[in-house]
């Protein structure tokens, strides 16, 4: 049986930084830094989705700034291709992090920073790059 979800991921931008979690060990791709987000839920609208997924997984409020990248990528253990969304966001308040389980850490970097960030997936870093590429654009119109 093929199946397919859609996820959301938040390159949240603060004080000229983007926000980087830890997976949990237990979890897949366990210890890899990524963007926060998640699968959407049945009917759920994507941005609602991404909104909620940040909030649960950061303890953050987030506006939506704009998609910036369309990707896929393949969770071979539980037979599933995953195509995600990612939008650009700036913090809405608060700036304060409070993860759930299913990340051990986070920090906050620049984009040169992300060069020292490990592990990331190839794909993930291209995303996060792509997030910066596009809001360097944005600042530039």
């Given at each position: 049986m093929n199946i397919q979800r859609v996820a959301g991921a938040a390159?949240?931008?603060?004080?000229?930084?983007v926000l980087l979690a830890k997976r949990a060990k237990d979890d897949f791709l366990g210890g890899y830094w990524e963007l926060v987000g998640g699968s959407l839920e049945w009917g759920e609208f994507p941005t609602d989705g991404l909104l909620r997924e940040v909030k649960e997984e950061s303890g953050l409020t987030v506006d939506i700034i704009h998609p910036y990248y369309v990707h896929h990528y393949f969770h071979e253990k539980e037979g599933v291709q995953i195509v995600e969304i990612a939008y650009l966001c700036r913090v809405a308040g608060d700036p304060s992090v409070v993860l759930s389980e299913e990340h051990e850490a986070y920090q906050w970097v620049t984009e040169d920073e992300l060069l020292h960030v490990m592990p990331v997936s190839d794909k993930m870093r291209k995303v996060i790059e792509e997030g910066f590429r596009f809001w360097g654009e944005l600042q530039r119109k």
């Open positions: 390159h949240i931008l603060h004080d000229g930084k």
